[in-house]
């Protein structure tokens, strides 16, 4: 994890109504709690502490809906674009409420056409396709939790 996703995740933590989040990623480890002695954070790799949240800058939280523009993985052996989880939270194939899916097997879709979403501490992110393409793979259930990095769709 770098500096400034360490920051972001203090940031929405003291958001938060949570007392108490810890994460293992890799290398890295996190441990916050709003409970006493402040707010502390870890790496092993980077060796970053932050002591209490009031020292880090204030970082501007993402609104109710949010797109999320996706990192993806090149998938050479299968073809195609791995479009990857940006953030831990409960994947959602659609919309809700009866409605359809935003895509299933097989469906083409476009540069920026929104793929799912992944729920965040309440806070709804559109995952949007990075390439123009087919969905070839679709590697989540609905209402799922993901990890981040874990591969939700293949396009190609």
Do not use: W
């Not at 989040?21 to 870890?42: A, C, I, P, R, Y």
Request: net charge negative.
């Amino acid at each position: 994890m770098t500096y400034e996703q360490i920051k972001e995740l203090i940031a929405l933590i003291d958001a938060s109504t949570l007392r108490e989040f810890e994460l293992n990623m890799d290398n890295t480890s996190v441990h916050m709690s709003k409970n006493s002695g402040g707010m502390h954070t870890s790496s092993d790799t980077t060796g970053v502490t932050v002591a209490s949240v009031q020292n880090v800058q204030q970082v501007e939280m993402p609104t109710a809906t949010s797109a999320v523009v996706v990192e993806t993985a090149s998938a050479v052996e299968q073809g195609g674009e791995v479009v990857k989880a940006p953030i831990v939270g409960t994947f959602y194939a659609g919309p809700g409420g009866g409605k359809p899916d935003f895509v299933r097997l097989g469906d083409k879709v476009k540069e920026g056409d929104t793929l799912c979403i992944l729920e965040a501490m309440k806070i709804m992110n559109e995952i949007v396709s990075p390439i123009d393409g087919e969905v070839v793979e679709i590697y989540v259930e609905n209402e799922k939790m993901v990890e981040y990095g874990q591969p939700l769709f293949r396009i190609r």
